[in-house]
């Protein structure tokens, strides 16, 4: 069963840093390119990056601030995010391009003083 299992968020202060976790069934991570997402209260889901084994994109809003990677042997992406805004408050979401339909309960980052 596809399975996709956010972890790290929390409340962090702006200028802050948070790593995210998004830990994938493999059947779901291997070779395929997972991507993060965000909603804030009241907006439309968005994307924010998408990580591939060979290279990664961002969202202009967080490009340079965000870093992406992944672990192959632990089925795992992590989104690390530096120099956090108010406005990146959200929750966030992993994806597998493998599985387009498949969500996670996804994990709240509050940026707030």
């Known amino acids: 069963q596809a399975q996709l299992v956010e972890s790290g968020g929390g409340s962090v202060q702006p200028g802050g840093s948070r790593t995210l976790s998004c830990r994938a069934s493999?059947?779901?991570?291997?070779?395929?390119?997972m991507a993060w997402h965000r909603q804030a209260t009241g907006k439309q889901r968005e994307w924010v990056a998408i990580i591939t084994e060979r290279t990664t994109h961002f969202a202009d809003f967080v490009r340079g601030r965000f870093i992406g990677s992944r672990d192959d042997a632990e089925n795992t992406v992590y989104l690390q995010m530096n120099s956090l805004e108010s406005e990146d408050t959200a929750v966030y979401y992993c994806?597998?391009?493998?599985?387009?339909?498949?969500w996670g309960q996804g994990t709240q980052v509050t940026v707030s003083s």
């Open positions: 493999r059947s779901i991570f291997r070779e395929s390119a």
């Open positions: 994806s597998s391009g493998a599985a387009p339909n498949t």
